[in-house]
């Protein structure tokens, strides 16, 4: 782990000590946590503006290049 000095207003600090003193976890444990939320938000925003970009004749065009034939099963591949 690493150390980070944040600041953060009084009002706000204020608020995030009760709810993770309520909730039982620590001040760092309910900054974190609620860091690594924001961060699975702003990447699933990501990857959804990105997927937006996608060519729908490239999709097609990779999608046809795929073999017609059943789907193999990993334990499969492996014989």
């Known amino acids: 782990m690493s150390a980070v000095t944040v600041e953060i207003p009084?009002?706000?600090?204020k608020k995030v000590e009760?709810?993770?003193s309520s909730g039982g976890f620590?001040?760092?444990q309910f900054i974190a946590s609620a860091t690594s939320e924001k961060l699975d938000v702003m990447l699933q925003d990501f990857l959804?503006?990105?997927a937006s970009l996608a060519l729908r004749d490239g999709?097609?065009?990779y999608l046809a290049s795929a073999p017609d034939a059943p789907p193999t099963h990993s334990g499969d591949?492996?014989?």
Request: net charge negative; proline share 0%; aromatic share 0%.
């Open 59 to 61: 999709i097609k065009k």
């Open 48 to 50: 959804e503006s990105e």
């Open 18 to 20: 009760e709810l993770a």
């Open 10 to 13: 009084n009002s706000i600090l």
């Open 77 to 79: 591949m492996l014989k």
């Open 26 to 28: 620590s001040l760092e």
